[in-house]
């Protein structure tokens, strides 16, 4: 039966149809924004995925400052492990001094 008719049918009756909230949308942040005003103030982390000619992975770990738009962080691997991952964050905190106010992550769900 239909969720619309099943309500209707509740309203008729009397009884109290459940109020509909909206699913959360992916891509919603809660937290408000940060303005990026200066450097070292967001930087901003991202991972693709591609894949070569004959059909073999390949993952991509980007980060870069928002407000300059310098690219921090380019690892290219067909496998990158957390281990590796963290060893390259920690080389980046390490040349930048101070981290940044916010670090964000982007993530993309299908």
């Known amino acids: 039966m239909n969720k619309k008719r099943l309500h209707r049918l509740w309203r008729e009756e009397g009884l109290r149809a459940r109020a ?5 949308r992916a891509g919603c942040s809660t937290t408000p924004l940060v303005d990026t005003n200066a450097p070292k103030v ?9 894949a ?14 928002e407000h300059t738009r310098e690219s921090l ?30 670090l964000r992550m982007t993530t993309v769900l299908k």
């Open 52 to 65: 070569t000619v004959d059909g073999r992975a390949v993952k991509i770990a980007s980060m870069l400052d």
């Open 73 to 102: 962080l380019h690892l290219v691997e067909r496998s990158i492990t957390a281990e590796r991952l963290l060893a390259e964050l920690q080389q980046v905190f390490t040349a930048r001094g101070a981290p940044p106010k916010v």
């Open 20 to 24: 509909h909230s909206p699913r959360k």
């Open 42 to 50: 967001v930087w901003a982390s991202d991972f693709q995925f591609d």
